[in-house]
């Protein structure tokens, strides 16, 4: 069974998503933080221009020794502004106003901020003030700084429920994002699970959008499928060895009880030590030849991978088998063309084996006067090895079994082999990442195997 599942807070692709979404909004912090600073910057910038402007406008009503106009310009100013957003002080040397709805005490010239309480307008209002001498007067503009700081506060209050509204919206989504790949890891989880308990049908189930997670639920799909056929070849090896072993192993325990008996009359028992011999020779080769395809297929022997021509080993192998088929009473030709690079990357001796174990098939399975072609070829990035003949060739429905390991067609039990040859051809194509083609020539079998090819080394 499986465990208890974790919970979403807990699960990975929730924190995942929980951190993104504490960037994303960190990130939205900054950037409105920052565009906060900007506008409340020119907000200040745009009221010291007003107030510099207001202030210049009633400045230049004063002319020299006349300061009527400038009084009246200002009372016009103040009676205006009815809710005192503007204030104006006009003040003479000891500080006595002389104009204006307040009197500027104690501030320096130039722009600077205070608090006043004035009838009608709210306790510690703050101002905005410009202070300057017109004339021997100090003439003060202030300009209210509620509304600038209303301003403020409203795009501050909107930034923090922004914020919060964003907060929930990632939160949301993030936990909605990793409840979905959640349920697909449970779902590779789930699948592993039946996997360990013997289910070895039991595959991820792809919703097809091509992600990372649907190539990594492939890859594992295919993985499956590798260790399920191999399963299922290690249990039909088992049952083949048990079936086709254990007639020899009943001809040996046999071949020896009828020794002992002899041996207890005092008979010659040389003739039985000969065929125990025999047989049990045919049983160590038997599985001589299942640990070598175990060993190739492990891939160790690619450590002595070189690159070759596939040529003159075909050459070779013609050569070793023509008198063999001969004296068989068949025939078997070779044809490598001449300069044709036919260079591949592999293993000179495992692929002397292959083409041995394959010629050796055709001689063993085909009848007197079976005409066997060996031959080689190169086409494109691909090197083409052909064994050819006009026996009897195999059922279409054979085709795939014969690479099984032990597994022999029924009209060839009563030859000699262990049902290992192709087999072993098999493995050691797999080896070399090549690819074995049967096809039907009526009559008789064509035996194709393509072999990557590489680039003819320099000289």
């Avoid at 907060?167 to 994002?177: D, N, S």
């Avoid at 596939?310 to 063309?337: F, M, N, Q, R, W």
Wanted: negative net charge; proline residues 4%; aromatic residues 6%.
């Amino acid at each position: 069974m499986s465990g208890p599942r974790p919970s979403l807070a807990r699960s990975t692709p929730f924190r995942l998503a929980l951190t993104f979404a504490f960037l994303f909004v960190l990130a939205f912090i900054l950037s409105g933080a920052i565009v906060y600073q900007l506008m409340s910057n020119d907000l200040a910038r745009r009221l010291d221009e007003s107030i510099k402007e207001t202030y210049s406008v009633v400045a230049v009503t004063y002319a020299k020794n006349d300061q009527e106009d400038l009084i009246a310009t200002i009372t016009d100013h103040v009676q205006l502004d009815t809710d005192k957003d503007q204030l104006f002080s006009l003040t003479d040397q000891n500080g006595n106003r002389l104009a204006g709805n307040f009197t500027a005490s104690d501030l320096p010239d130039g722009f600077s901020m205070f608090a006043v309480r004035l009838p009608g307008v709210p306790p510690d209002t703050m101002y905005r003030a410009y202070t300057g001498e017109v004339g021997d007067n100090n003439l003060t503009v202030a300009f209210s700084m509620s509304e600038t700081q209303e301003l403020e506060t409203i795009v501050l209050m909107s930034f923090g429920w922004g914020t919060l509204f964003i907060t929930g919206l990632a939160i949301a989504g993030g936990a909605l994002l990793a409840s979905r790949v959640q349920r697909r890891l449970d779902g590779i989880a789930s699948t592993m699970v039946d996997v360990s308990h013997g289910r070895l049908d039991a595959r991820i189930q792809l919703i097809g959008n091509g992600d990372d997670i649907d190539a990594v639920s492939g890859q594992v799909n295919a993985a499956l499928d590798r260790l399920s056929a191999l399963v299922d070849g290690m249990r039909e090896v088992s049952a083949n060895i048990a079936h086709d072993l254990k007639t020899p192993l009943n001809r040996l325990q046999m071949i020896l009880e009828s020794a002992a008996d002899k041996t207890v009359s005092g008979e010659d028992v040389s003739a039985e030590l000969t065929d125990a011999r025999t047989e049990s020779q045919q049983i160590n080769s038997t599985f001589d030849a299942l640990l070598r395809i175990a060993q190739i297929e492990a891939g160790a022997r690619k450590a002595r991978f070189v690159d070759l021509d596939v040529g003159p080993v075909v050459e070779t192998i013609g050569d070793v088998y023509a008198d063999v088929a001969e004296d068989d009473g068949k025939s078997l030709s070779t044809t490598v063309v001449p300069d044709t690079k036919c260079h591949i990357h592999g293993d000179r001796d495992l692929l002397m084996q292959m083409l041995a174990n394959l010629v050796e098939n055709a001689l063993r399975h085909c009848p007197p006067g079976t005409a066997i072609e060996l031959s080689v070829t190169r086409e494109g990035s691909h090197v083409l090895i052909h064994v050819r003949d006009n026996g009897p060739g195999i059922p279409a429905e054979e085709r795939e079994k014969v690479f099984r390991r032990l597994y022999r067609l029924d009209a060839s039990r009563t030859t000699p082999g262990s049902g290992l040859g192709l087999s072993l051809v098999k493995a050691v194509a797999d080896l070399h990442g090549a690819a074995i083609t049967l096809e039907d020539r009526n009559p008789g079998l064509g035996v194709t195997v393509s072999l990557p090819a590489v680039r003819a080394p320099v000289a």
